[in-house]
């Protein structure tokens, strides 16, 4: 399985980005997607969680800014930004867990990351 990070860039402070990180290869379901940043010099934290059913989780420090989803048809979750901040700028990863058979044991994958920059 390989997954393609995108979405990324430079924004504004107010601004919107939506990151999507694809799933190839042998799947047959995503069950649930965590999304984590860092920024230079820190930690990474994370910021997101969604499961296919549909809930979601989100970081206070982004809450009421983030949507995230499952596209179980198209292999390719999302994480949708609004209102983006300067303090927001660092490269975000998702971390997709997925089975590859019908029935068979969910393992984890990481994205390669997207650069996500604020500022005016």
């Known amino acids: 399985v390989q997954l393609q990070a995108s979405g990324g860039g430079l924004v504004q402070p107010g601004g919107s980005l939506k990151l999507s990180c694809a799933a190839s290869g042998r799947i047959s379901s995503i069950s649930a997607t965590e999304w984590y940043r860092q920024a230079p010099g820190q930690q990474r934290e994370w910021v997101a969680a969604v499961v296919s059913g549909g809930a979601t989780n989100y970081a206070d420090s982004m809450k009421g800014r983030l949507t995230a989803s499952i596209d179980n048809g198209a292999n390719t979750v999302y994480l949708q930004m609004n209102s983006l901040k300067p303090e927001d700028t660092a490269v975000y990863y998702c971390?997709?867990?997925?089975?590859?058979?019908?029935?068979?044991?969910?393992?984890?994958?990481w994205g390669q990351g997207t650069q996500v920059t604020v500022s005016s």
């Open positions: 971390n997709i867990h997925l089975r590859a058979v019908a029935g068979g044991r969910v393992r984890d994958y």
